[in-house]
Nanobody
C-alpha cells in the first residue's frame, strides 16, 4: 500500500521556522523525484520545492528561495522541508508528492497545515 504521510505542520509566528517531514512507503522511493506543493483555499496548488532521486538537483519557487530547504534520505524513505523566516503568505496546506521517472505515476500525501500568524 502506497503511503505518503506528512507531519510537522502547525502554528508559527512570522519569522519563525517549521520542519515538515514526509514518510514514504509502498513504492521504490529512490526511483521518484520528490516535491513539496502548497495550496490555499481558492488557489491552484503551487510547486514549492523539488529534489531529484539522488538529491543532485534541487529547485525552489522564487517565493521561497533562500528561506526553504528540501532534503531527502533514501535509506529512511523520507523527504523534509525546512522552512525558515516564515511569512504570513507561506500559510497553506502543504503536500508531499512523488513523481516516477519511469511512468506517469504520481502519489500525493494527505497534507499538513501550516499557519503563520502572530
Amino acid at each position: 500500500q502506497v503511503q505518503l504521510v506528512e507531519s510537522g505542520g502547525g502554528l508559527v509566528q512570522p519569522g519563525g521556522s517549521l520542519r515538515l517531514s514526509c514518510a514514504a512507503s509502498g513504492f521504490a522511493f529512490s526511483n521518484y523525484a520528490m516535491n513539496w506543493y502548497r495550496q490555499t483555499p481558492g488557489k491552484e496548488r503551487e510547486l514549492v520545492a523539488t529534489i531529484t532521486s539522488t538529491g543532485g538537483s534541487i529547485n525552489y519557487a522564487d517565493s521561497v528561495k533562500g528561506r526553504f530547504t528540501i532534503s531527502r534520505d533514501n535509506a529512511k524513505k523520507m523527504v523534509c522541508l525546512q522552512m525558515n523566516s516564515l511569512k504570513p503568505e507561506d500559510a497553506a496546506q502543504y503536500y508531499c508528492n512523488a513523481r516516477s521517472y519511469y511512468s506517469a505515476v504520481v502519489y500525493w500525501g494527505q497534507g499538513t497545515q501550516v499557519t503563520v500568524s502572530s
